[in-house]
């Protein structure tokens, strides 16, 4: 399919140094465990995660949709949960895009039921314009526009996903 650049590798990089110092600043001093939504965030995760001037833990999650494999259905539910225990923990959603929200707001409800002490979201591009369930967002990268987004983790059909930059599919 035919593809047009979004985001260069050198904006991603340097946006997710930004992104790292944030978080290092705002985490000082908090037990922290990194959560990343996979498989979409998996480079994002690593390439956040190493930039962090922090100690933290890591695990990951898997969330599956129903229906198509582009956009979610509403019905969402955990295929793979986290390892470690969550309570009293600063937990950090990595997540690779919010569109409609669902997907999202469905994890953070799941998440909640481990008592952690707090949960923030750190997005690398958020949608806006189809949001459908507010969903508070504490660190995002980029905000995009409506068409489709490949690479960089994102896929459509499970393809595109190793990228290393951003693309919007033409013809979507
Ligand atoms: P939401 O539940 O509508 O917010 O959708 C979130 C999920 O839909 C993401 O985790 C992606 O898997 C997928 N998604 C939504 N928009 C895009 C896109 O533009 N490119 C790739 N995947 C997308
Ligand atoms: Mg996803």
Redesign the pocket.
């Known amino acids: 399919m035919e593809k047009e650049l979004l985001i260069s590798k050198e904006m991603i990089q340097k946006r997710v140094k930004e992104l790292a110092s944030e978080i290092s600043r705002d985490q000082q001093g908090k037990d922290t465990v990194l959560v990343g ?1 996979l498989k ?1 965030a998996v480079f994002f995760f690593c390439d956040l995660a190493r930039e962090l001037d922090m100690q933290v833990g890591i695990d990951f999650l898997r969330a599956a ?1 129903y229906g198509t494999s ?3 259905s509403g019905t969402i539910t955990l295929t793979k949960d986290v390892e470690t225990p969550l309570e009293g923990k600063s937990v950090i959603l990595v ?10 707001s469905h994890i953070i409800e799941e998440l909640k039921r481990k008592k952690p002490s707090e949960l923030k979201v750190c997005v690398l591009l958020d ?1 806006i314009e189809r949001r459908e369930i507010e969903v508070q967002i504490d660190y995002c990268g980029f905000r995009v526009e409506g ?4 690479g960089y983790g ?3 059909d499970e393809q595109y996903r190793n990228l290393s930059e951003i693309f919007v599919l033409k013809g979507m």
């Open positions: 939504v979409g949709s582009s956009f979610s997540e690779d895009i919010i569109d409609t929200g669902l997907t999202m949608k068409g489709f987004v490949v994102l896929d459509y």
